[in-house]
């Protein structure tokens, strides 16, 4: 048995994984890294612990002091050139964002084509996989929250409102939230286009993706936690 463990801006994903299957899988705030001090006392010691952390040193400090006693089991993901099943083409394969790396990877082993991988989070990440497995490059673009708390910060006549994705907003709130709606999705869709591959799809994972799956007019497959995948993926080998 596995624990993969995804620290991101927001929130931490944790899931137990037994080889076969998914047994546990659930998320906890940023700050709440304290709730992870239950997990040693109801579950067996796994295997490996594996971690891909974007938040920085003193978030993976305290992700590790609350599983102390699973310290001998931690392994750390970093990007690297390649690995499991992805060809990372970056400039510099280390500056590649770890959580970005892992869905990439989680990607490869459930769409083994040509995918562009999405994950609609509080940044939105949009990257391209061939049909090699060749990670082609990608955008990173403010998610719907980040977009609407921009307006009403920067400007002076738009607030920050509650709103809805609509066809025809005829309120500054729904005009607002479909705005940074409908740019996401185009941003998606012209992505996709771009991706030269007839057999291809789209793998669409995080917090926002059913907001931004109803407004694209691609084909779209839902992936739950695509960074926890790609760790597992690597438990395999690390």
Avoid at 68 to 83: H, I, K, L
Avoid at 204 to 214: D, I, K, T, V
Wanted: a neutral charge; aromatic letters at 6%.
């Amino acid at each position: 048995m596995i624990l993969c463990i995804d620290s991101g801006n927001s929130r931490i994903k944790w899931g137990f994984h037994d080889g076969s299957r998914w047994l546990a899988q659930a998320a906890l705030a940023q700050g709440d890294a304290a709730g992870l001090a239950a997990l040693p006392d109801a579950w067996p010691e796994p295997q490996r612990v594996m971690l891909a952390n974007v938040a920085g040193a003193d978030a993976g400090e305290r992700i590790r002091r609350q599983l102390a006693r699973w310290a001998s089991r931690f392994c750390e993901v970093r990007p690297q050139a390649e690995g499991g099943g992805v060809v990372n083409l970056y400039d510099d394969p280390s500056r590649l964002g770890v959580d970005r790396w892992c869905a990439l990877v989680g990607a490869r082993s459930l769409a083994p084509g040509a995918c562009l991988v999405v994950m609609a989070g509080t940044a939105v990440t949009v990257d391209s996989l061939d049909a090699g497995g060749r990670f082609l490059g990608g955008m990173i673009l403010p998610g719907v929250d980040l977009m609407r708390r921009a307006l009403a910060s920067e400007t002076a006549g738009l607030p920050l409102a509650d709103g809805h994705h609509v066809a025809y907003p005829r309120r500054t709130g729904d005009a607002i939230a479909t705005g940074a709606v409908e740019a996401i999705a185009g941003a998606i869709e012209r992505a996709y286009a771009r991706l030269d591959d007839i057999d291809k799809s789209c793998l669409l994972s995080g917090g926002n993706a059913g907001l931004l799956a109803s407004a694209l007019v691609i084909p779209v497959r839902r992936a739950e936690n695509l960074p926890l995948e790609g760790l597992r993926v690597f438990a395999a080998t690390a």
